[in-house]
Every structure is written in structure tokens, then in C-alpha cells.
């Protein structure tokens, strides 16, 4: 017998009112774990959702920034044999993401540090990559200090 996984969350669960009831969803076979970081935070998915003064809020989450081991490939390597333009897609690709998963701009600035560092060091231009991020911000009308947040990554643009 094979078991799975389901991910699910439960917003609000006054009273233990799905511990209840859940086992009319899932079978015996299934255990679930309450994953909460506390009482109004938890993760899901790639997402950190917490409750503040009533209102939902969230970020992106990475869970492999708590592995006590660095990834060693989290995005394509352009050291390899693989092709340029869908390599260079998925940094736009994942700004869209970013944009989407964040709340505040200063969540999406530090997503966009740590993605662009990951991709120059993985062998991707610079001016390509500064290129993509400008053209991102005109076409989609995003304005969080633009420029500045490719400029302060480790690996300066020429």
C-alpha cells in the first residue's frame, strides 16, 4: 500500500473543529501533523502566513534556507550544455512568482537579492539579467527602488 501526502490548511480552526472531524476525510492510514511555527504563524507551501491585529499576512518560504546544508543547484547552470532562453525564462518566471507570493515589497526586494545572486553565480550575464529585471518592471509596473535592488546583490554589473 502506497500512502500520500496531502497538503492542507486550516485557517481558523476554532474549537478542534477539524481535529473532529477529519478523519471523514482522510483514512486511518493517514497521519496529519499540526506544522504551526506558533499560534499565528505557520508555512504552506511556499508561503509564511501569519495573523497580525486580525489581518492575514504573508511572504515567501524556503524551506531549504533551514537545511543545515547549502543547495548546491536551485536554479539552471549555464556552465552546462543547456539552452539560453528558457534558462533565462525561468528568472523572469520567478519574479512573476515573487511578485505574486509577497505581500510587501521588502519581501519581494529580498526574494529578488537572493534569486539574482544565485543566478550570477550560476553563469548567467549580468547585463542580461539586469536587462530581464528592468523590462519586468516596466511591463508589469513594479516600483520598489527598481535599480537598487539588482545593484546591491554581491557581483556588481559591468
Same mark, same amino acid.
Given at each position: ?39 499565528a504563524v505557520?508555512? !504552506? *507551501?511556499?508561503l509564511r502566513?501569519?495573523?497580525f491585529r486580525?489581518?492575514?499576512? /504573508?511572504? @515567501? =518560504? ?56 544565485? !543566478? *550570477? ?11 530581464? /529585471?528592468? @523590462? =519586468? ?22
Amino acid at each position: 500500500m502506497k500512502l500520500y501526502q496531502d497538503d492542507c490548511i486550516i485557517a481558523l480552526n476554532e474549537n478542534g473543529v477539524f481535529a473532529q472531524h477529519f478523519h471523514l476525510i482522510y483514512p486511518p492510514e493517514m497521519v496529519l501533523k499540526c506544522t504551526n511555527i506558533s499560534k499565528a504563524v505557520c508555512t !504552506f *507551501l511556499d508561503l509564511r502566513i501569519s495573523i497580525f491585529r486580525g489581518q492575514f499576512r /504573508y511572504t @515567501s =518560504f524556503d524551506k531549504r534556507k533551514d537545511f543545515s546544508f547549502d543547495i548546491v543547484i536551485k536554479y539552471p547552470d549555464l556552465s552546462g550544455n543547456i539552452p539560453l532562453k528558457p534558462s533565462y525564462g525561468v528568472y523572469t518566471s520567478q519574479l512573476v512568482r515573487y511578485c505574486d507570493i509577497n505581500q510587501s515589497s521588502s519581501g519581494f526586494v529580498s526574494d529578488v537579492k537572493d534569486m539574482t545572486s544565485c !543566478f *550570477l553565480n550560476q553563469n548567467f550575464v549580468s547585463k542580461t539579467i539586469k536587462e530581464l /529585471y528592468s @523590462s =519586468f518592471c516596466s511591463k508589469f509596473g513594479v516600483d520598489v527602488a527598481s535599480n537598487e535592488v539588482i545593484s546591491k546583490v554581491p557581483r556588481s554589473f559591468q
